[in-house]
């Protein structure tokens, strides 16, 4: 059921004003902290201004009891770490909770503006691609030009990130984002297109974290199977221009085969990197020691606590930080999404995120089997799917600004596209779309 108002959000410009501001708010962040200096919090003034502006134009009424019901239960992780004297931060626990309902509520305002018909999914495609020209742009020239920051400044590996700091976090949206410019290409059959998602993949490769370079490997190899397996049969074929997609197709193929040796290179490189390295294992190496932050926290649980706090409201960002903190001097959060909600939360946020999540994917699978639009389903659940490995084993996806905007655009197409799905009982009655 609706509310009885109409969405305030008339002009379609707004959403691409969001999408464009998205990138470049975490680019003002960069130069204001860490080149020129003048720690003015410009950008959190702007992420709440956009939050805000989100939150007052959802208008379902399943959307809105979801939103209280997280939002309850993220004030009371406020308060049960203080009831229980652990060292607490205001401030980080509402910048940690207001990312992740940025992710959330992003998704369902997109998903309303998308049903209302307020833009078509045309133009909300052709917007989150036009924003990713910032990303992409700002990363090859960085690495051209060798300016911008450096990916890593204490070890042997070479990449810039652009004027992104957290490495993790502009790799994770480029994977996020490069299924919906392969998308975007598929449904223009553009030149221009196909060169915004070559220079993404460029992008991600050249920060050169292992995530990303698996991830576009990974992306690369399933869009290509699909477009042969799918396009390629006759009675499709011949609706596409067949030269240009042929020309088109050979380059992406030649891309690929120069990607392979790319990333056959830099998987040399890692294990060589890995012999001189501490890990104790590979999988350790392969997740950066992210596993070892689950094991500071349960031992600090374990030793100086009468209780678990993630069976309650958690332990609060400060706490949990200044645990794998003291464990090892480069954590500074924990990284692996999921693990983290339940630490910084307790399992009841989790549960209640997981909810969400699962409501999102098990219909978009749902659709596709209904034989619609089943190019643009699949490279949305893969662009879904991409985001959340990337929060489960690399992490600032669900609890960060510029990660959590991209996946909520994301998952709101992915509603867009399933809200004809057969709804999960259950589920639907929580948060469902009417």
């Not at 008339?10 to 708010?25: A, F, G, R, W």
């Not at 974290?209 to 397996?229: C, D, R």
């Amino acid at each position: 059921m609706k509310l009885n108002k109409n969405i305030n959000i008339n002009n379609k410009y707004s959403i691409m004003i969001i999408l464009m501001l998205t990138p470049i708010i975490d680019i003002i962040y960069t130069v204001n902290y860490h080149i020129i200096n003048f720690k003015v919090p410009i950008h959190l003034v702007l992420r709440m201004i956009i939050l805000l502006y989100i939150l007052f134009n959802i208008r379902y009424i399943n959307h809105i009891k979801y939103l209280l019901i997280l939002s309850m239960i993220l004030v009371c992780g406020f308060i049960y770490p203080k009831i229980m004297g652990y060292p607490f931060s205001f401030i980080d626990n509402l910048s940690y909770s207001m990312k992740i309902v940025n992710m959330i509520a992003s998704g369902m305002y997109f998903f309303e503006v998308l049903k209302n018909k307020v833009v078509d999914e045309d133009y909300f495609i052709k917007c989150i691609n036009l924003s990713t020209i910032i990303i992409g742009a700002s990363i090859v020239f960085s690495n051209i030009f060798n300016i911008g920051l450096k990916t890593y400044l204490d070890k042997p590996i070479s990449g810039y990130k652009g004027f992104f700091v957290i490495h993790n976090s502009i790799t994770a949206v480029l994977l996020i984002v490069i299924p919906i410019n392969f998308l975007y290409f598929l449904k223009k059959k553009n030149k221009y297109i196909f060169i915004l998602l070559l220079l993404n993949i460029v992008a991600v490769m050249q920060i050169g974290t292992k995530s990303g370079m698996i991830g576009a490997a990974f992306e690369i190899i399933v869009s290509l199977m699909y477009f042969i397996f799918y396009y390629g049969v006759p009675y499709n074929i011949k609706n596409l221009n067949k030269r240009v997609i042929k020309i088109l197709l050979i380059i992406l193929i030649l891309f690929f085969i120069a990607s392979v040796s790319f990333v056959n290179n830099f998987i040399n490189k890692q294990k060589e990197n890995f012999k001189h390295t501490g890990y104790s294992n590979f999988i350790s190496y392969i997740l950066s020691n992210r596993d070892l932050q689950i094991k500071y926290i349960n031992e600090e649980i374990k030793n100086n606590l009468n209780h678990n706090p993630k069976y309650f409201f958690g332990m609060g960002v400060k706490y949990a930080n200044k645990v794998v903190n003291e464990g090892k001097k480069e954590f500074e959060i924990i990284e692996m999404d999921f693990e983290g909600i339940k630490i910084y939360s307790g399992y009841l946020a989790f549960i209640v995120i997981s909810i969400f999540l699962l409501d999102t994917i098990i219909n978009i699978l749902i659709s596709i089997k209904k034989g619609k639009k089943i190019t643009n389903k699949v490279f949305v659940l893969l662009a879904i799917f991409m985001g959340l490995v990337h929060a489960a084993f690399g992490g600032h996806v669900l609890y960060e600004g510029i990660t959590g905007t991209y996946l909520g655009a994301v998952i709101g197409l992915s509603r867009f596209y399933s809200d004809d799905a057969s709804k999960i009982k259950i589920l639907s009655k929580f948060i469902g779309s009417n």
